[in-house]
């Protein structure tokens, strides 16, 4: 079994910046694509980026193309997201989530564990 911790979350003004972290347990970390998932109050969780299991691969959602930049070290079980530009509308719930021997698909339907999130609060 797979868990998955968040941090890094906070509030910050837009144009700031801010690197989340998400720290696996378990030892089968490398088999697994990990993505970055949000979600805002009244709406639905939406795709943010991912990234394949040797981190060859990467994918991100076309509103945080250029901004945002995913990462990954596999000796430390750990992915990141790193925010720059941040933008009001980037405010929401951030989830960490992890697919078993997958390349990083943009549904969350097809992750096998998930974070609790840590909440990205950006104001104007």
């Known amino acids: 079994q797979v868990q998955l911790v968040e941090s890094g979350g906070g509030l910050v003004q837009a144009g700031d910046s801010l690197r989340l972290s998400c720290v696996a347990s378990?030892?089968?970390?490398?088999?697994?694509?990990m993505a970055w998932f949000r979600q805002a109050p009244g709406k639905e969780r939406e795709f943010v980026s991912a990234?394949?299991?040797?981190?060859?691969?990467?994918d991100y959602a076309d509103s945080v193309r250029g901004r945002f930049t995913i990462s990954r070290d596999n000796a430390k079980n750990t992915v990141f997201l790193q925010m720059n530009s941040l933008k009001p509308r980037d405010t929401a719930a951030y989830y960490c989530?992890?697919?078993?021997?997958?390349?990083?698909?943009?549904?969350?339907?097809?992750?096998?564990?998930w974070g609790q999130g840590t909440q990205v609060t950006v104001s104007s």
């Open positions: 378990g030892r089968t970390f490398d088999r697994y694509a």
């Open positions: 989530a992890a697919e078993l021997r997958g390349w990083g698909t943009t549904n969350p339907s097809s992750y096998d564990h």
């Open positions: 990234i394949s299991w040797s981190g060859g691969t990467r």
